[in-house]
């Protein structure tokens, strides 16, 4: 082959109607020999370091949770340490572990809430300054997955701290008992 017979090995074809996908594939196998068809997705997919780097950065997401449970869960810990005097007296004039419980977790849900709409709002807002040449995509599927596991991690984080808050002693807790 000379330099003179240039020979194109990739053609982008834009669909104006995505769904007509199999009717130009068929038409296009037909008119061209030896033709290999391929979506965005597919051709993206096949980039070589493709797949490692799409396993790092899942690994890096998993342990992000996992620190995200560590510090929601240290955070809520600290919240529960402060309050042994309140829950004590709470303990000491008659109210049940059950709802000790269920008033932790009730304000564990709300700070939770609270936290990931406005950190959600935020990164949306700063997701907007992105240049376009930035390669970070915010779709539906992702944003619902990320909101759906950051409002369970905070349960999840605070539950050493709920089952801290129900084996608090009312007598230890003020102080009347060694």
Do not use: C, H
């Not at 020979?7 to 669909?15: E, F, M």
């Not at 037909?30 to 396993?55: C, D, F, W």
């Amino acid at each position: 082959m000379n330099s003179s017979n240039a020979v194109a090995n990739v053609i982008l074809v834009r669909l104006t109607n995505p769904e007509e996908i199999d009717l130009v594939t068929q038409r296009l196998t037909a008119q061209v020999k030896n033709i290999e068809i391929a979506t965005r997705q597919t051709a993206i997919e096949a980039l070589p370091g493709y797949s490692a780097q799409q396993s790092t950065l899942n690994t890096q997401g998993g342990f992000t949770l996992f620190i995200g449970v560590l510090v929601i869960g240290g955070f809520f810990q600290i919240q529960i340490l402060q309050k042994v005097a309140q829950i004590g007296v709470l303990k000491a004039i008659g109210t049940a572990n059950p709802l000790v419980a269920a008033s932790s977790v009730i304000q564990i849900v709300v700070v939770t809430v609270i936290g990931v709409a406005i950190g959600g709002l935020l990164a949306y807002l700063f997701s907007l300054t992105f240049p376009p040449t930035v390669p970070i995509v915010f779709n539906g599927t992702t944003s619902l997955f990320a909101v759906i596991a950051l409002l369970l991690i905070g349960p999840l984080g605070g539950l050493a701290s709920i089952q801290y808050a129900v084996r608090i002693e009312p007598l230890k807790a003020l102080g009347l008992s060694s």
